[in-house]
T-cell receptor
Framework: GQNIDQPTEMTATEGAIVQINCTYQTSGFNGLFWYQQHAGEAPTFLSYNVLDGLEEKGRFSSFLSRSKGYSYLLLKELQMKDSASYLCAVKDSGYSTLTFGKGTMLLVSP | GAVVSQHPSWVICKSGTSVKIECRSLDFQATTMFWYRQFPKQSLMLMATSNEGSKATYEQGVEKDKFLINHASLTLSTLTVTSAHPEDSSFYIC??????????FGQGTRLTVV
């Protein structure tokens, strides 16, 4: 089975940096994904990690440690539009389906 | 990135009627598509995997006779909610697989059964 844990809610201030953590316990592992989902909309792809280390993409970075079953999404220079739910998802080894965490609701305030 | 189009974006139907939701891959061929359901403040839950030219694979607890999936072509998968009831009201989202196995999602369909 799969178990993916993320904090339920986080708050931060415009212009700040926030780190959203994700821990997972899975029977297999073949990649971890981060998605952004605004209320009432479908998720959009942010990042993909399959090897240990940090992947940087503009204001967003994602880190993975496979030995610790741990990932984080780092958002820099926060903007109001970054207020959304951030979903961590793990891909089973050998399968194409993704298992999603419950998401972290991030609220960015002025 | 890949584009997946889902229609309709919202629908209201009477209890006991059926609703069809379409999911199209616009600029690529998708042999596999996925259907998810999301209740308010809940995570995406995989309902079924839709395979072009063969039967869909349903997740445990999902009634295949109630949620009919047809994947007749490489660019279109449909989900039909048969004899819908208020408890079926939810946000239904389809996705197709990208080159890195990431999911490209359709816009989602908000179903309300009254």
């Amino acid at each position: 089975g799969q178990n993916i844990d993320q904090p339920t809610e986080m708050t931060a201030t415009e212009g700040a940096i926030v780190q959203i953590n994700c821990t997972y316990q899975t029977s297999g592992f073949n990649g971890l994904f981060w998605y952004q989902q605004h209320a009432g909309e479908a998720p959009t792809f942010l990042s993909y990690n399959v090897l240990d280390g940090l992947e940087e993409k503009g204001r967003f970075s994602s880190f993975l440690s496979r030995s610790k079953g741990y990932s984080y999404l780092l958002l820099k220079e926060l903007q109001m539009k970054d207020s959304a739910s951030y979903l961590c998802a793990v891909k089973d080894s050998g399968y194409s389906t993704l298992t999603f965490g419950k998401g972290t609701m991030l609220l960015v305030s002025p | 990135g890949a584009v997946v189009s889902q229609h309709p974006s919202w629908v209201i139907c009477k209890s006991g009627t059926s609703v069809k939701i379409e999911c199209r891959s616009l600029d690529f061929q998708a042999t596999t598509m996925f259907w998810y359901r999301q209740f308010p403040k809940q995570s995406l839950m995989l309902m079924a995997t839709s395979n072009e030219g063969s039967k869909a694979t349903y997740e445990q607890g999902v009634e295949k006779d109630k949620f009919l999936i047809n994947h007749a072509s490489l660019t279109l998968s449909t989900l039909t909610v048969t004899s819908a009831h208020p408890e079926d009201s939810s946000f239904y989202i389809c996705s197709a697989r990208g080159l890195q196995d990431e999911a490209f999602f359709g816009q989602g369909t908000r179903l309300t059964v009254v």
